[in-house]
């Protein structure tokens, strides 16, 4: 697991017991973790079931645990509950994601615990807030599909998750936010609290600038691939040998700067392409000549050209490849890891 600095972190000092699985309650431990807790999790005598996982799961155990220790516990014994209890009583905050009445008969709820420990701060992970919903399983796909987020990935008619775990993973930073913020309230009124964070309620506030796209305009949002860009040129190009690159030109003032960098002098005079509106108006025709005049350059060119005139651009990038990328390893964004198995390798850091 990657090292805590030396340095004083802002979390130094707090401890966290955790009962979590998959991915949204351990990110939330693995992001006070990160943070200086003290972090240990709590699994049953086999081991998180995730540490198992194959396929695009088998990266959630270390990645989502790191800085954390670990403890095996049979919760249904009465040795593990008289454990797990002098535990807890040691414990800043609480942090869980299993379904309500699971935590509820271990009496590992919050109202049984903030009974006996009255500063105890209560993370609960789930997948719908307290409402109709709230007795459903959820998972990530689940809530991507019923709020709309997975419509607006895909293609009208295929709807289409987004490429990560993205309300499981929020979920869990949003838990830990809500868990320094009643750190900060317990500093002035003695008291601990709950805290809720749910995939759902996530998932609507990825999809809240759609929402309110059709407050304001009266018409529906379309899925991403069929939107009208706010933007005349914000595109994949496929140019040289195949490659591909994200090119984009946002405002009059990069407009310019695009036709003097690459001599498009006859597109700056057209006075259909005069402002930011009229290159969206025309992209049904700007696009394919674009397309033609640029698919004979090189990708790499292309990126230094954007570079050199700050311009925004983007390799297509497959996400092995970052273990490589020189941003990250200079800017120390990768932290050393060891896998269960005992093989070197790294991680991204918050």
Known sequence: MPQKSDTHLPLDGIRVVEFT???????????LGDMGADVIKVEPLT??????LLGSGAGFYPLFNRNKKSLALDLHSAAGRDVVMRLIATADIVSENF?????HKLGLDYASLSAIHPRLIYVSHKGFLPGPYDHRTALDEVVQMMGGLAY???????PLRAGSSVNDIMGGVFGAMGAMAALMQRAQTGRGQEVQAALFENNIFL????????????????PMPERISPWGIYDVFSVKDGAQIFLAVVGDTQWRVFCDAFSFADLFADTRLATNNDRVRAR?????????????????????????????FAPITDPQHLFEDPHLQATGGLAPMTLPDGRPTATPLL
């Open 99 to 103: 379904k309500t009445e699971t935590m």
């Open 284 to 312: 049904d025709w700007m696009l394919p000549l674009l397309r033609t005049r640029l698919a004979g350059m090189d990708a790499t060119l292309l990126a230094q050209v954007f570079e050199r005139e700050g311009l925004p």
């Open 152 to 158: 607006m990935t895909g293609r009208p008619g295929d």
């Open 207 to 222: 999809v809240a600038q759609h929402m309110l796209q059709f407050a304001v305009t009266g018409k529906a949002a379309a």
């Open 21 to 31: 699985h998959m991915v949204m309650g351990p990110t939330c431990g693995m992001a």
């Open 47 to 52: 081991g998180d079931s995730t540490r198992r």
